[in-house]
């Protein structure tokens, strides 16, 4: 299935203007069938049809869920954990598309911090 062009532009302006720091380590491969956007190697949104993809920190899940157009990605037929599908009508509006874009760099964030060490060890 193609990807839509114009979600991946709003996208990379997006990404580029509102978090130019995150962006600097930002890679894209093609995935799931479109883009996907890696923060320093972790997943963090991407375009799948005409649909957003995100990742979404486990404590953010419930409240994501919620909003207009969000349903749990299902890319093999089986939910995928902290991952989430968002229909166009769930990100019309830049705010709206920014709360994705926040959740997901959150999520490769957590996820991409340094294994932590233990005292004595």
Known sequence: MPYSKELEDRLNRMLESRHPEASKHLTVKYMFGGLAYLYKGKMSVGVVGHSLMARVPANAMEQALLRRGARPMDFTGRVMKEFVFVDPEGFRDDSEMEQ?????????RQKSAPPKRIAGK
């Open 100 to 108: 994705w874009i926040e959740w997901g760099l959150e999520h490769a």
